[in-house]
């Protein structure tokens, strides 16, 4: 047996390359691919991919899982076989797909007609550039082996480090798989009127299988707030205003040096002669009488403030030759979309349509996106997309064998270690 000292000799002649291979090959290797992607992406005009849609996207997932599964088959004593199976390919493969994930946030990614080097590189389409592709792959292979080497033969010691790799293998394929699946269009429905198209980022015009109807759009508004503007800036007048009163009747509130009585609110209002009266007509907006009353100076003001509306000027309240009263623009609490659903074979189906409580038609889910905000709770635009993911599934089924195999770990591992 050689000694300590001779070890760390031939430890540190080991030339670059040399099996067993280690840390900084694993890391070589990782800079490789991320400076192969950037030149494909550069040599290819930064087109970045385009994942083929079913059935071709199955078949080269199903080709891939054979490559891997002949690897351990047929190589499994190969050294670089065996190095892809082991921690530094690993690690070196999740730290190049944290880097390029890092890099998603630091880049922006909404601006496809970008220029520059970042976007020449693929740095502002990362999750479908050449980079992101071959990291992918890269941890892919590594995981796909690891799993492999673990599961034959099976032992129930690692049944649970199998269920996590294994999913975390299958929610990266699946979800990189399926983005050739994916469509994410945009409907825009007006009241009364049946739809039976979206479209798409590129304004491209699509059929669906089915049809919307808007029946009613409905806003829940919060009450508008007071605020003291600089009449020159159209800014607060200090910020530490912050949060804004609400405006309701009978409410005493403080800014600044002004102590201020809601003498009278309507939510919806029409105004005759300098007053406001309640009215329920289209496009009425909020209005409240209110008087203002300066604690140092004992200055007093009173008048009607309203935020007016899509049909309606705004009206403010001078305090002095820099500040003035407004009422905000109510912000919306909550709303949605009643709409029928028609399709071609089955009975119209009655939805209402919330934010992140998606109904689902035909496969597709239905998302409240937008509606006309210049018109607020009046609009009668209602925007609508509509996502349909068949690949979502099989994400979960990888979420849910990486919840099993940490529940596995935690509860079942300590009985298993106990045993041995």
Known sequence: MGSPGKIQKQTAERQLFQAPWKYREGFLIALILLITGFLIEAATSQQGISIPSFPFNMYAGMAFITTIAFLHIFYDDDPFVKWLSGIPAATSSIVLITLLTIMMGVFDQTDSDAEGL????????????????????????????????????????????????????IVIAAASLGTGDLRRLRMELFEGETVWHAYDGNSHFHNLPFALELVKFDIEEYPPQLAIVDFHTGQLSDQSQMPLPYVEAGKNTTLLDWDISVNEFFPESIENEGKYFPSGERGAPPAASITAVNRSTGESHEGWISSGSFLFNPKYLLLDGRDLIL?????????????????????????????????????????????????????????????????????????????????????????????E
């Open 327 to 419: 009422m905000t623009t109510p912000e919306p609490r909550r709303y949605q979309s009643h709409v029928i659903a028609l399709t071609m074979d089955d009975e119209p189906q009655e939805l209402f349509i919330e934010v992140n409580k998606p109904p689902k038609v035909k496969g597709w889910r239905l998302y409240q996106m937008s509606y006309n905000r210049e018109m607020g709770k009046w609009s009668e635009l209602s925007v609508i997309e509509v996502i349909r993911d068949p690949w979502l599934p099989i994400v979960y089924v990888g979420f849910i064998m990486l919840l099993a195999g940490a529940v596995y770990i935690f509860w079942i591992g300590k009985e298993i270690k106990e045993e």
């Open 118 to 169: 970042a976007a020449s590189i693929g740095l502002t389409h990362v999750s479908n550039s050449w980079p992101f592709l071959l990291a992918q792959l890269y941890l892919l292979v590594s995981l796909g082996l690891v799993v492999l080497r673990r599961s034959i033969p099976l032992k129930k010691r690692n049944i649970g480090f199998i269920l996590n790799h294994a999913g975390l293998w």
